[in-house]
């Protein structure tokens, strides 16, 4: 009896297994792990350039500007700075702001970041500072730099009606509460006044020295 090929006793011979399916199945789990890496590393990129890029533009002084300067793009240079917080980067002038009008009202040196405060218009250039020594209770709570406020004082006798110093003047500064809690605390307000408000100074300071000033502050 002649076996025919690949037999052999009758049985025929085994087959070689076929790998090919699951080699297929590695590649694609490969494939995928590689995709995964790939997206993973590019977020991480994406974030990373954004937190890298976390910055404010503002001015600096190219160069000494005294007091009484008015302000122009030619005197100034543009800086990025990673501030903490956004109430930290408002102190100072953004890159991006109008400095048309603008005057320094203080000496700022070169390479400095120039305060807001230091830059203001050519009307709050012309205000005349007054502090004001305010109790607690005489002003809202929240009183901030920029509200606007009218001025009364409440005499010490009872009888005495209180009376309007000054409307809408612009506060300036607002410091933290002096004394001790309660009736004896007291704020310290610095306002500012326009050239009109002034022949109304010598009376007001009169009044408020035998009484009690109180800001009434206009809607924000």
């Known amino acids: 009896m002649v076996e025919s090929p690949g037999v052999r006793g009758g049985f025929a011979a085994p087959s070689t297994p076929t790998l090919r399916n699951r080699r297929a199945r590695w590649k694609d789990g490969r494939l995928v792990l590689g995709v995964l ?17 976390d910055t404010t533009a503002i001015w600096a002084a190219d160069h000494d500007l005294p007091s009484g300067t008015k302000l122009s793009s030619g005197d100034l240079t543009t ?18 702001a109008d400095l048309k009008g603008l005057v320094v009202v203080r000496a700022i ?22 502090p004001l020594s305010i109790a607690t209770g005489r002003l809202p709570a929240d009183t901030a730099a920029g509200d606007q406020v009218d001025v009364w004082v409440v005499p ?30 007291r704020r310290q307000v610095l306002v500012g006044l326009d050239p009109s408000d002034l022949p109304k100074l010598p009376a007001a300071l009169a009044a408020m020295s035998t009484g009690e000033p109180v800001l009434v502050r206009r809607g924000r």
């Open 37 to 53: 890496l790939v997206a993973i590393t590019a977020l991480a990129g994406a974030k990373l350039l954004a937190s890298a890029d």
């Open 79 to 96: 800086v990025r700075v990673r501030f903490t917080s956004s109430e930290a980067a408002g102190q100072y002038v953004a890159a991006d």
């Open 109 to 130: 040196g070169a390479g400095e970041f120039v305060p807001r405060q230091a830059a203001v218009t050519q009307a709050d250039n012309d205000r005349t500072e007054l």
């Open 156 to 185: 010490k006798a009872a009888d005495e009606p209180a009376k309007k110093l000054w409307d809408t003047i612009r506060v300036v500064q607002v410091d933290a509460v002096k004394g001790v809690a309660g009736s004896s605390a």
